[in-house]
């Protein structure tokens, strides 16, 4: 159900948008971001009461002024009384919004599922050299493994020993070999075979225009994995690099843009 829901969403988006990630996944980022907000004023738009809600929000600007008098008289009977009205007109402007919450989770869960599909790593240009590294048990030390020669990849090696590495993230002594790649443009990710031994694994790796596949492709349960340093799409370096552990550059940079957005759409179209 989920390979079918990303391969609707892919095909959906990349027919809209697609175009403009493969000029720059920055640009692309922030349409997304603008669709976003724009979808959520207008899904506000149609399935709120526009009339109540104006209402609610005249009603709780006169409930604050008509409370601050009751405070500065010292009237704190009025003022209690006051406070209640507001809590209750405020429960009346939420409930308001559950309706708008369910109908906008389905474009928003498309855009989103586009993004981190399309929009978490930076496609290589032609040409430009990208590392791919297979990590195996450190059983696996000794043994050639070998990158299948493809006519869109070049590699300055073919074939390396897996060494014996502790750069693992838990700590525990992996084998690994790095191949420095360099491939060719094209509109699909290109299927990288490694054969190490007995084992055959692939990995797809996009060269722009294509998108850039993933970053990381588990295989054997996760016992061998093949890995390529793609960079990060982090809206023209605005993402602060701190937060990386906690949220990935472009979710920092899609955040950075719908807020203010979505407060602009709702201004420009007046909805409340």
């Given amino acids: 159900m989920l390979a079918l829901w990303n391969a609707l969403v892919s095909f959906v988006f990349d027919a ?9 996944p920055d640009a692309a ?31 709780r600007r006169r ?4 409370r601050r008098s009751a405070r500065r008289a010292g009237d704190r009977q009025l003022a209690a009384r006051r406070r209640r009205v507001l809590v209750a007109v405020g429960q009346k402007a939420l409930r308001a919004e559950v309706r708008p919450l369910f109908v906008s989770l389905l474009p928003i869960a498309a855009l989103a599922t586009w993004s981190f599909l399309r929009l978490e790593f ?3 240009r032609d040409g430009e050299p990208v590392t791919l590294r297979l990590v195996a048990p450190v059983s696996a030390a000794g043994r050639l493994a070998h990158v299948v020669p493809d006519a869109g990849i070049d590699a300055s090696v073919w074939i390396v020993e897996l060494m014996v590495d502790t750069a693992d993230e838990s700590g525990d002594a992996r084998a690994a070999a790095e191949w420095t790649l360099r491939g060719r443009a094209s509109e699909a990710p290109r299927a990288i075979t490694v054969r190490a031994g007995t084992e055959t694994f692939e990995h797809a790796l996009g060269i722009a225009p294509a998108p850039p596949g993933p970053a990381r492709s588990e295989h054997r349960d996760g016992a061998w994995a093949l890995e390529t340093d793609l960079a ?14 906690v949220l990935p550059p472009w979710l920092l940079g899609y955040l950075f843009i719908v807020i203010p957005a979505t407060w602009a759409c709702r ?5 409340r």
Avoid: Y
């Fill in 16 to 24: 809209i948008l697609g175009w403009l990630r493969a000029i720059s």
């Fill in 29 to 59: 980022l922030v349409a997304v971001a603008v669709l976003s907000a724009l979808a959520l004023t207008l899904v506000r738009r149609f399935t709120t009461d526009q009339d109540l809600l104006t209402r609610v929000a005249q009603d």
């Fill in 63 to 66: 409930l604050r002024d008509l």
């Fill in 122 to 124: 930076r496609s290589p």
């Fill in 232 to 245: 990060p799409v982090d809206l023209w370096g605005l993402a602060p690099h701190a937060l990386a552990p």
């Fill in 267 to 271: 201004r420009l179209l007046r909805v």
